[in-house]
């Protein structure tokens, strides 16, 4: 067994870099080569803390959260997750030679969990090392990969593994993008350090790791980045075109349905009120071409590109989609709409002891199903006078004493006069939607949790 394993051990370290490695490097020993890729990649590492605001708990509070980054331009834009810097009301960085400045967000995207940040430099404030952005479709299963970031909030590191799928679909996950699968551990902390190619170059941004059932982690592809990053740069979000049209499969082996032909992506549904619906695509459609360019689906891999395309759509310009139906080709007129805001925003109530959040139709769709406009409890303090009161996460609230209530002002309205004593009484009646049921609760809000 000894002789097996220093042989294996052998022949990891003669090792020569293929397939993704464009540099020459070829013919040098595989520790040569992970040496040369850390050193091109190591001086653009960021360690990221980031104070963030959160409503999730009943009330607002502020806690540390930490990641990681990787220079992509010598006047200090970095790139990271989404999940990172969302809600940031404070962004430190320090970097690998030991100096640390404040940044700012440049553009954000949730549905990629992606973000653009740029260092506070200060005027004359010498070049940042940086990274360079290889292409991710030049990988292969078996390619060398490594994995660079500040996991556990501890001091930069590397992990080496292999890319083990190229275009991992993960239905929860995959709108827009599909995903590259490594081996090489990604920790927590992590969180938006470069995967990195034998080459030195950045070939992924790291945004997912499991610990169940093997060490995987997961990547959004450079070709993907490379795409929606001037959008970033412009408006500060990818402002994705919305249709309401959810695409399925020919060949949907999941669901254990198989439709005829070889091309096209069928249309599984249409969401009510949408611009799809409106121009007249039906369910079980299968689209041929947008605006002349051909699409198929054939398998879920194949969708995320076709989300995107269809979502990169100008806005309140109309496309033109052939379409099958009923054995006969049809062409519409479809005029995608802003996508707008994935999040609802939030409202600290305190003293009732509940957040609430506006509904929103990506956010919430169980709640947008019941009601296209208003608010619900997002968050309960325990213990606390919401919670007293029998109130509920997700409960729909429809009115405050006889008031209604559609928007987050109607209840900081509301919530201020209890504030100032204005009305004479502790005690406000709510009306909520609960699971598709009306109930009415007694909120007393006499008690103040937060002396006690």
């Not at 520790?31 to 360690?47: E, H, W, Y």
């Not at 501890?154 to 275009?167: A, D, P």
């Not at 969180?191 to 093997?214: H, K, M």
Request: charged share 25%.
């Amino acid at each position: 067994m000894k002789h097996i394993a220093a042989c294996f051990l052998i022949s990891i370290a003669s090792i020569t870099a293929y397939g993704a490695d464009p540099s020459g490097l070829g013919t040098l020993d595989f520790r040569q080569v992970v040496t040369r890729a850390k050193d091109r990649v190591f001086p653009s590492l960021v360690f990221l803390k980031c104070l963030q605001e959160s409503h999730e708990t009943g009330k607002k509070q502020a806690h540390e959260i930490a990641g990681s980054g990787v220079l992509i331009s010598s006047g200090g834009e970095l790139l990271t997750n989404w999940h990172v810097v969302d809600k940031a009301i404070q962004v430190r960085c320090l970097l690998f030679d030991g100096r640390n400045f404040d940044a700012e967000v440049v553009g954000s995207d949730k549905d990629l969990d992606l973000a653009l940040v740029r260092l506070k430099a200060p005027k004359g404030a010498k070049p940042f090392p940086c990274a360079e952005i290889g292409e991710s479709s030049l990988l292969k299963e078996g390619d060398f990969v490594m994995a660079m970031g500040a996991p556990w909030g501890l001091t930069r590191s590397v992990s080496i593994g292999i890319i083990s799928c190229t275009r991992r679909y993960l239905e929860s996950n995959s709108d827009y993008s599909l995903w590259l699968q490594t081996d090489a551990s990604i920790s927590p902390g992590n969180s938006g350090g470069p995967l990195v190619n034998t080459a030195g170059q950045v070939i992924g941004i790291n945004t997912l790791g499991t610990f169940f059932g093997g060490d995987m982690g997961f990547s959004v592809p450079s070709s993907t980045i490379r795409e929606i990053l001037p959008r970033l740069r412009q408006y500060g979000d990818v402002k994705w075109s919305w249709t309401g049209l959810r695409l399925q499969p020919i060949r949907d082996f999941d669901r254990n349905v198989y439709f005829e032909g070889t091309e096209g992506a069928i249309v599984a549904s249409t969401d009510e009120a949408s611009p799809a619906r409106q121009s007249g695509i039906r369910d079980l459609d299968r689209i041929l071409s947008i605006n002349g360019k051909k699409v198929t689906a054939l398998t879920s891999e194949e969708l995320p590109a076709i989300r995107r395309m269809i979502a990169l759509l100008p806005v309140d310009s109309p496309a033109i989609m052939v379409l099958v139906r009923d054995s006969t080709r049809q062409t519409v007129r479809l005029t995608p709409r802003i996508k707008g805001r994935v999040e609802g925003k939030e409202l600290d109530c305190p003293r009732w002891d509940l957040t609430v959040k506006a509904i929103n139709q990506f956010d919430n769709p169980n709640l947008y199903f019941y009601c296209k406009e208003g608010v619900f409890i997002y968050g309960i303090r325990y213990p606390g006078n919401a919670a007293s009161s029998e109130l509920r996460r997700e409960d729909i609230i429809l009115s405050i004493n006889e008031e209604p209530v559609k928007t987050l002002d109607d209840v900081r309205r509301i919530w201020q006069r209890s504030k100032d004593g204005i009305d004479s009484t502790t005690r406000l009646t709510f009306k909520v939607l609960r699971g598709g049921l009306m109930n009415q609760i007694i909120l007393d809000y006499a008690r103040d949790y937060e002396r006690e």
